[in-house]
């Protein structure tokens, strides 16, 4: 089936299609949410908050980008009213930094080597949320830079530089925190 | 030197078991809440128009009664008027005629 035929699927409030897009999407969704909000409850919250604003937002939709870029802009705005309301546009504090790793990250994630994810969740922690976003989408789900330019209303060279400063401020950090280690 | 973070390391969560069926809990209620809204703006119309249709009516019920007060009014001044007009001629006696006028008839 073509994403034409899904979005008119989904505007007439096909259930089934709905899952479909889950089962191929909402692990995207979950982990750009977490990486914006550091926390996988809130992350949780706002992958389901996305999926049931779906057959609503599908109205306006116009089909002009793929719908797994246009669930990652519904993540990202999503994300960016939650922190607005909660007011915590934060630089995590490095002394709670692994009290926040122990409770956003499951038991399920036991498997990998502990100083390289503090590291770099240490590294990311220190950029705004949208930066994370865009340096998330980015290097670890590969979206080219066109697409981002759309999805965050930017031109290309803004977000080369944007992503430039960002990896180099990650790269600082874990420089960092390799030396402590 | 890559330029490129390498995030392979970093931890891939995956949704709660239970997330999705939350997700058409969420759907299907909010489903039935525009049902109950839409059939609840219906039933206020609904009610709008039959308070209207009624205040209608009365509107024109009470101006149609007025009317007919006012004929009738009218109606009953007119007989007062040939009632009393008729005083003397002998034609009030025979409309108001009692037993004393039948034996003691006045006028002609």
Redesign the interface.
């Known amino acids: 089936m073509n994403e034409k035929a899904i979005i008119k699927k989904l505007q007439k409030g096909d259930l089934n299609v709905l899952k479909g897009i889950w089962d191929k999407n909402s692990q995207n969704v979950l982990n750009l949410a977490f990486r914006m909000l550091l926390d996988r409850d809130k992350a949780e919250d706002i992958l389901m908050d996305v999926f049931v604003s779906i057959p609503d937002a599908i109205k306006r939709f116009r089909g002009d980008s793929a719908i797994s870029t246009w669930l990652y802009t519904l993540t990202k705005n999503a994300c960016l009213m939650k922190l607005r309301s909660d007011r915590c546009h934060f630089k995590i504090v490095s002394t709670r930094k692994s009290e926040i790793e122990e409770h956003s990250t499951g038991k399920e994630d036991k498997g990998l080597s502990e100083p390289d994810k503090e590291t770099l969740f240490a590294g990311l922690s220190v950029l705004t949320p949208e930066i994370r976003s865009l340096l998330w989408l980015k290097d670890a789900e590969g979206l080219d830079i066109k697409t981002l330019a759309e999805m965050y209303k930017a031109p290309e060279g803004t977000l080369k530089a944007r992503l430039s400063r960002a990896r180099a401020e990650v790269r600082k950090v874990i420089e960092k925190e390799n030396q402590y280690a | 030197m890559r330029?490129?973070?390498?995030?392979s390391?970093?931890?891939?969560?995956?949704?709660?078991k239970d997330?999705?069926d939350?997700?058409?809990m969420?759907?299907n209620k909010?489903?039935e809440q525009k049902e109950s809204l839409l059939l609840n703006k219906f039933s206020s119309l609904s009610a709008a128009a039959s308070i209207l249709f009624v205040a209608g009516a009365m509107f024109f019920g009470f101006n149609s009664n007025s009317t007919a007060t006012q004929t009738s009014a009218s109606d009953s001044s007119f007989e007062y008027f040939s009632w009393y007009s008729g005083l003397g001629s002998g034609n009030a006696v025979s409309s108001f005629s009692t037993a004393i006028d039948n034996y003691f008839p006045t006028g002609g």
């Not at chain 2, 330029?3 to 995030?7: H, N, R, S, V, W």
Request: glycine residues 0%.
């Open positions: 330029e490129e973070i390498d995030f390391k970093a931890s891939r969560l995956v949704p709660r997330s999705w939350k997700v058409v969420r759907i909010a489903n």
